[in-house]
């Protein structure tokens, strides 16, 4: 049978937010992973992992006797995937798992690494997650062939069915060249790849490794690598030093003919039990693995930490050739002494040293180049800033290192972690905050200025990678002082009369907390204006960041270019109505529906539109905190005309006499429209739904205000 959305493929659709259901995980709804975690002898699963590293397996022979090249690729893999434009993707939720991941072309056979962890994790059960021993297992490889990690943070928590939020591109076929992710091409120089992705081809982690749809081009190539490592926050220096460090293990896969290798894992057939990718010629293991098409080793000694990708890159005269599955390759025109590559299954036999495009992107593009130069004559920096790029690279979806667990994580710091200051002095008490509050009430702010400026400060937060939020208070520093929304609301007046009070007080409390607690004050004021006596719960303990500890960059993926909860809209800036990207930003606030529907009808009661727009506004009484935004929005005798062609924008007139009564933008009329938010909407509007409303108000604003206090929940 077939579903709504085959019936009404545009119609607006929550299921995002339905996705984390309690009842989902084995563990129930009360597990908590740090718990589970703590219990765990971190020494003796890096000892058991360190031992499987050379327990070559007849299912699956280790390359030269050691998987650890094979896990430096799945922890790559699954951590790689991350995009700082939307947060979304990385290793911190074990989607390697699940569809599409599992059997994207780029993730071939990563489905045997699984199964080789999984006497690892049948051991310690709940104690580590999937997620943390996916990215480990990559991160013990590293310290097994001599090299040193600056250290490994656990607490990534597994999921239990795939991210329904993440789009990962419009092409319905796996690797496909017709460049539909872009806009421009490389002939008109204008090739931009489209927002949110990050990756160059459907199926493929960074870049095709034969080079731009598969044309061994390594400066087009360049460009690829540059924009889609960007994508993930990574600059040149990181990009070349991940490259270098990561390739100085292992080899590439493509001893036989690509047509030999069957479905991938989800399309495989029952009897499989989900390993994929099988391959019919020969044994179709060790000698004979195809993975990527490409075939052979970067250097000689590919299970050791030394310099030898970049001697032997350096070292020869490159040009294009064939592998044996077909795939663009770049061998030496002659293999100088030394570098020849022992095979890694065959005793005796040796092979030349083997480049991917992207590797001669290294040594063509001018910049990239450079680097390679200086890495080339000082081991110790690449050493160094390979291991700060590995860390990075394997943490940086993971948010802030409070949220790291385990006795491994380094002392230094990261700008791109967005630190805090620890905590000094005692929290304010319940005496102060209640004196806190009434200065507050009293200092001729309004409701709507309090509840817009502590929303415009914890709105940012996003669940993909918990950045942002009211901890730290960045929307006093740049960028965010200066993001558009935030000018337009009118934010940096009320924040300077709150500095004011906080420097005037004798209680220890930050900004950020003041701004939090002015929120707090300015709902409370809301719904005792319309007879509602409520305490929004407040629970201090944030601190100020400085603008040293804040990441300019990477900051300005959080600015809020749509925001439906104060009916704002960027122009120009996307073709996702405004109906969907409200779902996305409930979804990154880890709202429900019902929550997510009353903070939106809440706001607009209240006021708390950018710009002081009156759209949405459906109440003759602005300012409280009431239902009139459902009760006039579906009342039938109200009706509603579109006026522009776009239908973005709506007027509502008297159905009996024709005189205008409210205007409304989409976000607006869609909660009287949408089937499943109107069965909401009418219950807030019904009688008794205004204490409805309140309640669920409060829950989703406090939810709001503490997504990022990861020392309240974990």
Not at 55 to 77: C, K, L, N, T, V
Not at 416 to 431: F, R
Request: aromatic fraction near 10%.
């Amino acid at each position: 049978m077939q579903g709504n959305e085959h019936w009404w493929p545009d119609q607006l659709t929550l299921h995002i937010l339905h996705q984390k259901h309690p009842d989902a995980s084995p563990f129930g709804p009360d597990f908590r992973y740090a718990d589970a975690f703590s219990q765990l002898d971190v020494d003796e699963l890096n000892a058991d992992i360190d031992a499987l590293m050379t327990d070559s397996q007849e299912w699956w022979p280790a390359d030269w006797g050691h998987y650890g090249p094979f896990f430096i690729r799945m922890s790559w893999h699954a951590a790689g995937t991350y995009r700082a434009v939307d947060g979304r993707g990385g290793g911190g939720t074990g989607a390697q798992r699940f569809a599409p991941l599992n059997s994207w072309p780029d993730n071939g056979n990563l489905d045997k690494a699984r199964r080789l962890l999984w006497p690892i994790k049948k051991k310690y059960g709940e104690k580590i997650s999937w997620a943390d021993l996916l990215v480990l297992a990559g991160n013990r490889a590293l310290e097994t062939m001599g090299f040193r990690t600056l250290g490994f943070g656990f607490g990534r928590a597994d999921i239990w069915a795939p991210e329904d939020d993440i789009y990962w591109g419009p092409e319905t076929e796996w690797l496909a060249t017709k460049d539909e992710r872009y806009t421009g091409s490389f002939e008109d120089g204008n090739r931009v790849l489209d927002n949110p992705l990050a990756a160059v081809q459907m199926g493929l982690i960074y870049v095709n490794p034969e080079g731009p749809n598969g044309i061994p081009d390594a400066m087009k190539s360049a460009q690829d690598v540059r924009e889609t490592f960007a994508r993930m926050s990574m600059n040149d220096r990181e990009t070349v030093a991940l490259t270098v460090g990561g390739h100085t293990f292992g080899k590439m896969h493509g001893n036989g003919p690509a047509d030999a290798v069957g479905e991938a894992p989800e399309g495989a057939k029952i009897h499989q039990q989900g390993i994929g990718w099988a391959n019919k010629h020969e044994t179709g293991l060790g000698e004979y693995t195809v993975t990527s098409g490409l075939e052979g080793a970067w250097t000689p000694t590919p299970t050791k930490w030394d310099n030898t990708y970049l001697n032997t890159i350096f070292a020869h005269q490159w040009e294009v050739k064939k592998s044996p599955a077909g795939a663009n390759q770049w061998e030496p025109v002659e293999v100088k002494e030394g570098y020849w590559v022992p095979d890694a299954h065959v005793e005796g036999k040796k092979n030349p040293p083997v480049m991917n495009t992207a590797d001669m992107a290294m040594i063509t593009d001018p910049a990239y180049l450079e680097i390679a130069k200086e890495y080339h004559e000082n081991p110790d920096v690449l050493a160094d800033e390979f291991a700060r790029a590995w860390y990075k690279l394997l943490h940086r979806d993971m948010g802030p290192r409070d949220r790291y667990l385990g006795p491994q994580v380094p002392d230094e710091v990261f700008v791109w972690q967005d630190p805090v200051p620890e905590q000094d002095g005692p929290l304010v008490n319940d005496q102060q905050i209640a004196k806190l509050k009434q200065e507050i009430a009293d200092s001729g702010l309004s409701a709507k200025q309090l509840v817009g400026t502590a929303w415009a400060s914890a709105c940012t937060y996003r669940q993909t990678d918990y950045r942002g939020g009211a901890n730290g208070a960045r929307i006093r520093l740049e960028p965010q002082a200066g993001w558009d929304v935030n000018v337009r609301t009118g934010v940096s007046e009320v924040i300077d009369r709150l500095e004011q009070i906080k420097n005037g007080s004798d209680a220890n409390i930050s900004l950020a907390d003041l701004i939090v607690l002015g929120g707090n004050v300015g709902v409370e004021m809301a719904a005792k204006a319309a007879g509602h006596d409520i305490t929004v719960p407040f629970t201090p303990g944030r601190t100020d960041a400085t603008q040293e500890m804040t990441e300019v960059d990477t900051q300005a993926h959080l600015e809020p270019k749509h925001d439906a909860f104060r009916n704002y809209m960027q122009t120009q800036t996307t073709s996702i109505p405004a109906e969907h990207l409200m779902v996305d930003r409930a979804f990154m606030l880890n709202l429900s529906v019902p929550q997510m529907t009353a903070l939106l009808g809440g706001m607009r009661a209240i006021g708390v539109n950018a710009g002081d727009s009156e759209e949405g506004i459906l109440t003759d009484r602005p300012g409280q905190l009431t239902n009139d935004f459902f009760v006039n929005l579906v009342d039938m005798g109200i009706v509603w005309e579109p006026t522009d062609d776009e239908e973005e924008r709506f007027v509502g007139k008297s159905r009996s006499t024709g005189e205008k009564k409210w205007t409304a933008t989409r976000v607006d009329l869609i909660y009287g429209s949408n089937s499943q938010l109107r069965a909401i909407a009418e219950e807030y509007a019904a009688n008794g739904g205004e204490e409805r409303l309140i309640d669920r108000f409060v829950k989703g604003w406090v939810k709001v205000m503490e997504n990022d206090r990861f020392d309240l929940h974990r």
